[in-house]
Nanobody, 133 residues
């Protein structure tokens, strides 16, 4: 069992930046996929980014590629999502998710937004990100 705790959400103006953190209860830096999903009101949960902690390989959705960066800190057992150039459409609840197995973190898709949430077994409670103009 892996428990995940997100932090770092908040309110920011368009063009601003936030860094989300996902702390795991036990080590995930070998052989895990850790991902960020988001869900806006009235919309389905969609994948944003993922990282293979063993291979250190990142995956992104097309909508955030070039603006968001996912990284890991093995010493802190934490995965970060650095979000830059934020837009109003980035407003959502952001969830951290994890699953064992360090390959196919994006389920074979090139765009993380196509990865079904069911690909991941462990979930955090979420942290709200609000971007306003």
């Amino acid at each position: 069992q892996v428990q995940l705790v997100e932090s770092g959400g908040g309110s920011v103006q368009t063009g601003g930046s936030l860094r989300l953190s996902c702390a795991a209860s036990r080590y995930t830096y070998t052989g895990f996929c850790v991902a960020w999903f988001r869900q806006a009101p009235g919309r389905e949960r969609e994948g944003v980014a993922a990282i293979s902690t063993g291979l250190r390989r990142p995956y992104y959705s097309d909508s955030v590629k070039g603006r968001f960066n996912i990284s890991q800190d093995n010493a802190e057992n934490t995965v970060y999502l650095q979000m830059n150039s934020l837009k109003a459409e980035d407003t959502a609840m952001y969830y951290c998710a994890a699953d064992s197995g360090s390959v196919y973190c994006a389920g074979g898709y090139s765009d993380m937004s196509q990865v079904p949430p069911s690909r991941y077994n462990y979930w955090g409670q979420g942290t709200q990100v609000t971007v306003s103009s």
